[in-house]
C-alpha cells in the first residue's frame, strides 16, 4: 500500500516526537535506530526514508524538544516557572521534561548541525523570555538578557546533578531545594494590582 505524502509527513512528526522523548530519557548514545523506529511502531528499514543519518534525526528531535521547552515557560509566571522546573516531578520525567537539561552534555559530544540546534533553541527561549523588554533601554535589556542566562543555567545545572544523584538520595532533593531559593530569593517580588 502506498502511503500519502501527508501520511509520510505524519510519520516522520510521529518519529521525531518519539525520538525526542527516548533521547531525553537515555541520552544519544542510549537509542539505536532500531529501538527507536520499533517505539515509534515503525521498521528500521524505513528509517532512511525519513532521515538521513541519526545525527539528522538528533538534530530535529533536539528542536522539538526545545520547542516544547519554550512552551512550557508561556502561561506561568516566573516563580512558577522556578518551582515547576526544579521539582521532583520534573526530575524524575527526562522524558517529558527540558531538552537542555537531559541532553546537554551528550550534545557537546556530537555534530555540529546538533550544536547548532541547541544554540538556536536556547537564543529562542532566551527570545520567549524577553517578551517583555522592549520598552527597556539597551543595558537594561542586557543586563535582564544576562540575568536570564544565568537563572536558565542554574536550573539546568540543578536539575543534571540532581538526575546525577541516586534516586533516593537526600542529596538530590537538597540541590533542587537550594538552588530553588537561591533562584526564587533574587527574582523580584509580584507586582500587586
Same mark, same amino acid.
Given at each position: 500500500m502506498k502511503v500519502t505524502k501527508a501520511q509520510a509527513q505524519e510519520n516522520r512528526a510521529h518519529i521525531v516526537e518519539t525520538a525526542s522523548t527516548l533521547f531525553r530519557e537515555r541520552g544519544y548514545d542510549g537509542v539505536g535506530v532500531a529501538d527507536l523506529m520499533a517505539a515509534a511502531g515503525f521498521t528500521h528499514g $524505513? *528509517?532512511? =526514508?525519513? *532521515?538521513d543519518s541519526k545525527a539528522d534525526l538528533m538534530a530535529e528531535a533536539a528542536a522539538f524538544g526545545l520547542k516544547q521547552t &519554550? &512552551? =512550557?515557560? $508561556? $502561561?506561568l509566571s516566573p516563580v512558577d516557572y522556578v518551582k515547576q522546573y526544579l521539582s521532583r516531578e520534573h526530575r524524575d520525567s527526562p522524558g517529558d521534561g527540558c531538552t537542555m537539561a537531559a541532553l546537554s552534555g551528550d550534545a557537546a559530544r556530537q555534530p555540529a548541525s546538533v550544536k547548532a540546534t541547541f544554540s538556536d533553541g536556547i537564543e529562542n527561549l532566551l527570545s520567549t523570555l524577553a517578551e517583555n523588554d522592549a520598552s527597556l533601554d539597551p543595558g537594561a535589556r542586557r543586563a535582564a538578557r544576562e540575568r536570564r542566562i544565568s537563572v536558565i543555567a542554574q536550573l539546568a545545572g540543578a536539575l543534571v546533578l540532581s538526575r546525577a544523584c541516586a534516586d533516593d538520595s537526600p542529596l538530590a532533593d537538597e540541590i533542587l531545594d537550594v538552588c530553588r531559593s537561591a533562584i526564587l530569593s533574587r527574582m523580584p517580588a509580584p507586582k500587586e494590582d
Open positions: $524505513g *528509517f532512511y =526514508k525519513h *532521515f &519554550a &512552551a =512550557k515557560t $508561556g $502561561g
